[in-house]
């Protein structure tokens, strides 16, 4: 079964402490993405990554870092969290070709107090 | 500048009757590939449907279609005998494609409501 997952799925963080969001996939896909989704504004793309310590900046990297070790693993970590970083955060992942989808992980939801 | 445009915010549209949402893109590539997802009020993103540049033909999984209008750049999703549980935010997105450039543009999404 094709999964993305997710973890943890609901996180409260006061402003100044770090967050480690961590994803996994067991379909061996090459590329995945962190994305942030806000109200009005759809999804905006944080990180790609093109396999394991190729990491690539998307739309909105600032205030963002990521870490991929391994293939199936995809980490976001945002150091010294601030408000304005409250918000849901979806990773997804896909095979490299161009006509392939993108599966999504279920979604972490984010309050930086 | 938006390369993927969804004009519609909203629809509400009676259940059973057939809903059009609109979707317009921009792109130099003269060949990529156009996506439709659905999320659900549970927050879950699902791929609903595939369009590639290069075919002509429009691409249909169940009831949903595709109205692919290359020379004007748009890719309208069609959803026929709509059902409650199609409520949801649907996105388009493209993905370009160039080598090597993996990255998907979304839409802002449309919000579908079908009414009993």
């Known amino acids: 079964d094709m999964k993305v997952t997710q973890m943890p799925r609901y996180l409260i963080k006061r402003m100044g402490e770090n967050v480690l969001l961590e994803c996994g996939q067991d379909?061996?896909?090459?590329?995945m993405y962190w994305y942030r989704q806000d109200p009005g504004l759809g999804l905006q793309l944080i990180y790609i990554?093109?396999?394991?310590?190729?990491?690539s900046e998307g739309d909105i990297p600032k205030g963002y870092r990521v870490s991929r070790k391994k293939r199936e693993h995809f980490s976001l970590i945002l150091d010294s969290a601030k408000t304005n970083q409250t918000s849901v955060y979806f990773c997804?992942?896909?095979?490299?070709?161009?006509?392939?989808?993108?599966?999504f992980g279920p979604g972490t939801r984010l309050l930086v107090l | 500048a938006q390369k993927v445009t969804q004009t519609q915010t909203s629809i509400s549209v009676m259940e059973k009757t057939t809903v059009t949402m609109d979707c317009v893109y921009e792109?130099?590539?003269?060949?990529?590939?156009l996506f439709w997802y659905k999320q659900t009020a549970s927050g879950e993103i699902v791929f609903l449907i595939r369009q590639d540049s290069y075919k002509k033909e429009n691409a249909t999984v169940g009831h949903y279609s595709l109205n692919f209008q290359k020379p004007k750049s748009s890719i309208g999703l069609i959803i026929t005998a709509t059902q409650i549980e199609d409520s949801a935010v649907y996105f388009c997105?493209?993905?370009?494609?160039?080598?090597?450039?993996?990255?998907?543009?979304f839409g802002k999404g449309t919000s579908l409501t079908v009414i009993p």
């Open positions: 379909m061996s896909h090459e590329t």
């Open positions: 997804a992942s896909s095979l490299r070709g161009n006509q392939d989808t993108q599966y």
């Open positions: 997105a493209m993905r370009e494609g160039a080598t090597g450039y993996q990255n998907f543009y």
């Open positions: 792109t130099q590539d003269s060949s990529y590939f």
């Open positions: 990554s093109y396999d394991v310590d190729s990491n």
